[in-house]
C-alpha cells in the first residue's frame, strides 16, 4: 500500500525509511508574472516568457513560464518534499512539459518511488527511480520527469 507523506522539512530520510510506491507531496509555490520574467531575462529570454503583449501572438496566447524555471520550482519542492540524507543527485530522467505553466499558478509535486535499491559504490548509498510532477492550480500537469 502507498504511504503518503506531506512535506515535513524536519524529518530526514534514511534508505531503510524508503520503500517502492510511497508517495510524497509538496507544500505549494506560487508562480507569478514578475518571477516568470526575472527568470525568463537570465535563463530563457524569448517573447512568451517577457512580454505579455508580444506572447499573445505566439502558440502559448499569452505570457508562460519556462520550462526550465517550472523544472527549477520542481526540483525544489521535490527536494523540501523528500529530504533525504545526503541529498538528491540526479542521475537522468525523462522529462516533459504537457502543459505551459502560467502566472498565478500555485505548482505542487507529488512523487513516488518507483524503484529503490542499494549501492555500496563509491560509499554506501542508494539507487532510487521515482516520478515527480508538478501540477498547478487547474490541477493539470506542468512538469513531469521519469527517472
Known amino acids: 500500500m502507498a504511504n503518503s507523506n506531506q512535506a515535513d522539512t524536519t524529518k530526514t530520510f534514511y534508505l531503510d525509511e524508503l520503500f517502492v510506491g ?29 512580454d505579455a503583449e508580444a506572447a499573445k501572438g505566439t502558440l ?9 524555471h517550472t523544472a527549477a520550482i520542481t526540483m525544489r ?20 512539459w504537457p502543459k505551459p505553466t502560467l502566472p498565478g499558478a500555485a505548482l505542487r509535486v507529488e512523487s ?16 532510487m527511480r521515482l516520478t515527480a510532477a508538478a501540477t498547478g492550480s487547474q490541477l493539470e500537469r506542468n512538469f513531469v520527469a521519469v527517472g
Request: aromatic fraction near 8%; proline fraction near 8%; avoid cysteine.
Open 112 to 127: 513516488e518511488i518507483l524503484e529503490l535499491r542499494p549501492s555500496l559504490k563509491p560509499r554506501p548509498a542508494a539507487i
Open 77 to 96: 519542492l521535490l527536494v523540501e518534499s523528500l529530504p533525504i540524507a545526503g541529498g538528491v543527485i540526479g542521475a537522468g530522467a525523462e522529462i516533459n
Open 22 to 50: 510511497q508517495r510524497f507531496n509538496s507544500d505549494t509555490h506560487l508562480i507569478d508574472e514578475e518571477h516568470i520574467k526575472t527568470f525568463a531575462k537570465q535563463f530563457d529570454p524569448q517573447p512568451f516568457h517577457l
Open 60 to 68: 502559448f496566447g499569452g505570457l508562460v513560464a519556462s520550462g526550465w
